[in-house]
Structure formats: C-alpha cells, structure tokens
C-alpha cells in the first residue's frame, strides 16, 4: 500500500509489514464506519460563522435571516469537526458524510444543483478542507457520498437540457417522445413505460411540456437521472470524483450506484412487480463496465481509496455481482439484513446468504442495521433497549465491515414527527432526528428547535449524560469497539457456527490464532450455552451489563443479551 499523503496514520492504519502480520489486508476491511447525516449532527453558532460563509448564505438564501444570538438549526461542516473528539473517542475508523454539496434541498442534498461544491448550509470548501485534515489528525479516515445517478433540476446541465431539444446538454438526461402526439388540450397520454418512481406516488416521468417530451427520475421530479450512455456524462462525473480525491477523501460511498446502466429499450417492468419503484429494480449489465471505470480512477490515486456502493437490489445474489471479479466495488451494501425481523432463524439465514454469495468471490461483506433512510434498528425492533443493546454486539461481530449510524453510539430511537413538521417526501423524518449532545434544552445545539424534533427521551440520552453513566449505549460501543480493534479474530478472522440452543446465534471468529465468540440470544429467557462451549471462557463484553473485562463466563447467556467471549 502506498502511504495517503496528508494522512496521520491512527493506531489501527499502521501498515508497516514489519509489525503489521495484515498489512495485505486494505484498511476497510477491518474498520468501522460512522455514517454522519450533517443536517443531523451539530449546528454552528451563527456568530462563529466565516464572513466567506455568511456572504455565501446571504446569496443562496436571500429570503431567510441569520440569528447572531443563536444557530440556524442545520448541522454543517463545523459541527462535525467540533465532535471529532467524540468519533475518535468512540473508537471508529472512518466517517462517512452523506450530501453536503449545493442543493435545493428537494431530497436533502442528495439533489445536488453543483457536485463540486459545499452548499453555504454546510459551509464552505475550505471548512471542508479542515474537516477532512482534522479528521486525518485524529486517525480518522473521510469517505463522501457521491450522487451520480440523477442531478437537481436546479443543475446548470439539466437547466440547459430542458431549455431546448438542440441544448448542448439535452441528451446528458433521458428524454422520450409521448407515446402519442398531445392532444388539443396538451395532455400527452401515459408516459413511456410503466416504471414508478421513488418517494412520490406515481410514474418516473415528468411531462415537460415546453420541450414536448417526457424526461426520467428514479426519485423525485426535481431529481432527473443523468445519461450514462453519454460519454459526455461519464467524463463529467469522473471531474467531479478526481475533484475530491484531490480535496484527500478517503473514498466515496456511491448513490444508488446500481442506477447508473439502463437498458436504452427502457422495457416495462413485469406486470408482477410494478408498483415497486424501479430504483429497486435496475439491474442492468451497463452498469458494470462504468463501475470498473470509477474503480480504475480510485485506485490510480495514492492511498488505498474506497468505493462503498449503495446497491439497493432486495436480494444479495443481486448485490453479489457488484463487486465484479474484485475490479468493482470494495464493499457493497448488502440491504437483506437491515430488513430481517429480530429472530435468531432470521438472521441466520441472512448470514448464510450473504456467505453463499460472497465468499466464491473473495467478496468482503458490509453489515448495517440503521440509516437515514430507515426507521432506526431500536425502533424497527420494538423499541427496546435490550435488542438494541445486542444487536451492537451482532453488528460489530460479524465478518465483514460494519456501518453505525450516527445516534446508534446512543440507542437513540426515530423522533415522533407530527405532521405539520414532516418535511420528508419519503417519510424518513424520524430517524434523521439531531443528535442530542447535552442535557436540554437546545441540547448542545445553538438553536433551540433544530430542523426536525428531538428523539425520544433526548434528556438522558445525550451523549453528555451517557458519558458519566457505566451502563449507558455510549459506554457499551465504545468498549465493544475498543475489544474489537485489539482483537485480529473480531476484525479480519473466519467465520465459523457452533451448535446453539434454538433462538440463539453461537459463532467463532478466529485469526492468526486468536479466537472470539459471539452469542446472540434472541429469546426473552436465558440460554444455557454450557453444553456448546468447551473450555474456560472469560467475558469481553456483554450487553446486560456494564463492562466487567475478565469476569469468568458461567455459561448463562442473559435474556435478549450478546456477549463477547474470549478464552480465559
Ligand atoms: C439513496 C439515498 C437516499 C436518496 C436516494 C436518492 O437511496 O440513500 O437518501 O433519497 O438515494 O438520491
């Protein structure tokens, strides 16, 4: 591996061969990722403000006005770089920044007007520079989402697409004919073919009426998709990647990637299916060749750069493909798991699964169970604090490279959002709820009422609180990702089931001689594992209680509990 320029190598990026025996092994294998929704994390005092920043603001929003006494209730760039600390404190190895680019905000900047740069909500490019620094200094390494399927409308190139059917960017966009000629009173009968878009009810087309033809968006109207048949296209987007590996990102996780290739027939969708927006659907063999093509640009920058691909396809034989005889994505998003029920078979089976697909391929498997486009796991699992206290020590014990999601280090659960708040298209309010920092009531944030509600109980669940408190969630990651980064088995080890009583999970990870055993009890009621572990064991971590490192395992697996057992 080549050294990353400008990066401070933290404890787990040492590669030296000489005392590092997995220095073949690239760095996200064995990290954890953070994703960070930046709406969501911390706003910025307006008084704290840069005057480039205010200047920038005042143009963009010119109708909305600046409180010096207090923020703006969005979390920006340096909101982010003030809670490092808490990231490299918690023990993760790489953050990952969802759209901060210019925006209009119809999707929450994943409708992105201008990719190369920091929307004044967020920033600016020099605030993310510092970012991205002080978060090397601190260890951590800085991956951004990158949304190359569709643009804003507001995009400059989709502006001058529309404007005319001879627009130098017109064919940068999918355009059709009507099917039949528009009627007198300009209705022009049923879009091209039968595919629904996302978040809206109704076809992926939108008429455009001034230009005579329909135009395509998987998602939102105000989100065209961009023409990757159109070499134009393809030249463009690389500009922008080349612009922030430039910036140092460590990589990119990349938008509905699986988008990008469209069979040009654009056939219907089985009768079966439709209904399902076709953002879950596409699965076209165009696509591949264009993801070999950013993974050649990646890898010809210096420093073990990543691609994270959002691949949205609902079965992981689908997903599998994506990462190409490892000339493709590094690590794809494997979605199964995230919508299995809490159930010991469930679950199971979805490791299997993904075990079956993967391994032929030397594939290396991500695991997340919460983000900012689902409800989050304590919540999708009954709003507990126990499931979600061991579905941390699921998560973070498989094999494979797991995602947290900001607030998931709390057990936070999604916001109650009453209607006359809901911004959301896609009804997602609820688990983008900002992150409460301190006791209330502004919580740590400069404005008292951020964009969306508080979770649940934030009082108590501030990570203020949590820090003093030996049970708490912050507690129980930070030193479940404190064993797991001195634990070679836990980070890179094989993955191996041991006999387990019904409705509990037993695996072993083992590496270079070191072992770890995971137990999941899915049950309300307590699990004699007794017969299925041979030899002394001592507890790592358990998710009943605070950390005890060393206790002796007596062989009883708690209710709805996980541990981390090592050899005593
Ligand atoms: C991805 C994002 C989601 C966004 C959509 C359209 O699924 O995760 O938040 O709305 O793409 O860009």
């Not at 929003?61 to 010096?68: A, N, T, V």
């Not at 064993?483 to 999970?505: D, I, K």
């Not at 995971?518 to 049950?523: D, Q, S, Y």
Request: proline share 11%.
């Amino acid at each position: 591996m080549t050294e990353h320029h400008g990066w401070t190598p933290g404890e787990t990026a040492a590669k030296d061969p000489h005392s590092d025996p997995d220095h073949d092994r690239p760095w996200w294998q064995g990290a954890v990722f953070y994703q960070i929704y930046p709406r969501s994390f911390q706003d910025t005092p307006v008084q704290e403000w840069s005057a480039e920043r205010r200047a920038a603001f005042r143009l963009s929003y010119p109708s909305r006005e600046l409180d010096d006494a207090g923020g703006d209730g969005v979390g920006d760039l340096d909101g982010i770089r003030r809670r490092l600390p808490h990231l490299a404190g918690l023990g993760v190895d790489a953050i990952w920044l969802s759209p901060f680019f210019r925006s209009p905000m119809a999707d929450f900047g994943y409708d992105v007007s201008d990719h190369c740069d920091v929307d004044p909500l967020f920033g600016t490019l020099g605030q993310f520079d510092r970012l991205v620094a002080e978060a090397h200094e601190h260890g951590l390494r800085v991956i951004i989402d990158f949304v190359p399927n569709h643009t804003s409308v507001a995009h400059p190139w989709f502006a001058d697409a529309r404007s005319s059917r001879h627009a130098r960017h017109r064919d940068w966009y999918i355009w059709r004919d009507p099917v039949r000629p528009p009627g007198p009173d300009g209705d022009p009968g049923p879009p091209p073919n039968n595919w629904t878009a996302t978040f809206v009810d109704g076809p992926a087309w939108t008429w455009d009426a001034s230009t005579g033809q329909w135009y395509l968006h998987l998602f939102l109207p105000d989100q065209p998709d961009l023409n990757w048949e159109n070499p134009e296209v393809i030249e463009a987007m690389h500009r922008v990647m080349r612009f922030w590996l430039d910036r140092d990102v460590d990589g990119f996780r990349v938008d509905v990637i699986h988008g990008l290739g469209k069979d040009p027939a654009l056939p219907d969708d089985p009768p079966e299916l439709v209904g399902i927006p076709h953002s879950a659907l596409n699965d076209d063999p165009r696509t591949h060749p264009i993801i070999r093509d950013l993974r050649r640009l990646v890898d010809s920058f210096p420093g073990d750069r990543v691609i994270v691909g959002e691949v949205f396809l609902l079965s992981t034989a689908l997903v599998a493909p994506y990462y190409g005889e490892g000339d493709e994505l590094h690590l794809a998003f494997n979605f199964p798991p995230l919508y299995a029920p809490w159930e010991a078979d469930a679950w199971r089976t979805r490791i299997d699964r993904t075990a079956a697909e993967l391994d032929p391929r030397g594939a290396w498997p991500t695991w997340v169970l919460s983000n900012h486009d689902n409800a989050r796991h304590r919540t999708r699992y009954g709003g507990g604090a126990d499931r979600a206290r061991a579905a941390a020590l699921l998560l973070l014990g498989l094999r494979g490279t797991p995602f947290v999601y900001a607030g998931e280090e709390l057990g936070l659960s999604d916001a109650v959002v009453p209607p006359q708040r809901a911004v959301d298209p896609g009804g997602r309010d609820g688990c983008r709820a900002p992150i409460p920092w301190e006791p209330g009531p502004s919580h740590g944030w400069a404005s008292d009422e951020p964009w969306l509600p508080w979770p649940p109980e934030a009082d108590g669940a501030d990570a203020a609180t949590q820090e003093d408190d030996p049970g708490s969630f912050l507690q129980l990651y930070r030193h479940s990702l404190s064993v797991r980064r001195g634990s070679p088995a836990l980070r890179l080890g094989a993955f191996r089931w041991l006999a387990s009583p019904p409705g509990v999970l037993l695996w072993e990870r083992t590496h270079r001689g070191e072992r770890t055993v995971v137990a999941v009890n899915f049950t309300d009621d307590p699990a004699d594992l007794s017969g299925h572990l041979h030899g002394d064991w001592r507890v790592a971590v358990a998710s009943d209680s605070p950390a005890r490192p060393g206790t002796r395992f007596a062989g009883t697996l708690g209710p709805v509990a996980a541990l981390w057992l090592q050899p005593a």
